[in-house]
């Protein structure tokens, strides 16, 4: 468990990359993309993704490497790319990057519900949306946080009640999308908007993409790590 009021905790808030989006220093910008040759599923979560995040972009690769996409998205002026990586023609994996400096976050992705698949899903609104971070209760589980809020305006807009939550619960990341409904003075409902989709944090690596050279902060090593049930990581 960590203390947010903790000297050295407050002191690594103000030091790491995601301090200049706390800082309300610059906006955020999002760039979407995926593997080569992408099957629709994945095209069509990218694009539901673009659509939650405010200032996003979704593009094709066009056979760029990752490293080279990397560093013309910073050149671009994005402040985050998110790689969605594909299986079996669906979305599987999830890579996001922090720029210009990383961190670099590889996620597992499961679970993945269109908005289509969603009864009663109700239709999105341009307004940016309130940001929720749940149980995210270690060092490495605040970085985590940190880096999924950065991807999203610290400024709300609060009147268009769209609310984004990223609940985590025994190490899997749980992503939902609502809308407030108030129903009277007394009673207020939520109002799904999807997609839906489930995250596991397999590594954390300093700075950009680098499979080779780069130094990674933590691993998930299933054999080795998981070998308590009541032992958890974020």
């Avoid at 999105?124 to 985590?144: A, C, K, Q, Y």
């Avoid at 610290?154 to 769209?162: I, K, L, N, S």
Wanted: with cysteine.
């Amino acid at each position: 468990m960590v203390d947010p009021e903790d000297e050295e905790v407050r002191f690594d808030e103000m030091t790491d990359e995601m301090a200049s989006y706390f800082n309300r220093e610059k906006e955020p910008k999002i760039l979407i993309t995926t593997s080569d040759k992408p099957h629709t599923k994945t095209n069509r979560f990218c694009k539901e993704l673009s659509r939650v995040i405010p200032n996003c972009q979704f593009l094709f690769r066009r056979k760029a490497s990752m490293k080279n996409m990397v560093k013309q998205a910073a050149v671009l002026g994005y402040t985050d790319a998110i790689v969605v990586n594909e299986d079996r023609r669906r979305p599987n994996a999830l890579v996001m990057v922090h720029l210009p400096n990383g961190p670099t976050a590889y996620f597992k992705l499961m679970g993945v519900k269109y908005c289509k698949e969603i009864k009663n899903c109700g239709e999105l609104t341009s307004h940016r949306p309130e940001v929720i971070l749940n149980n995210f209760n270690t060092r490495l589980g605040h970085s985590t946080a940190r880096m999924l809020a950065s991807l999203f305006h610290y400024d709300p807009q609060f009147h268009g009640r769209r609310v984004v939550t990223f609940h985590n619960q025994r190490d899997y990341i749980f992503f939902r999308h609502h809308r407030y409904e108030f129903r009277s003075l007394e009673k207020v409902g939520l109002h799904e908007l999807g997609p839906r989709f489930t995250l596991r944090l397999k590594s954390l690596q300093k700075g950009t993409f680098d499979t080779k050279f780069g130094e990674y902060e933590w691993v998930l090593k299933r054999h080795e790590m998981e070998t308590s049930r009541r032992r958890f990581f974020l």
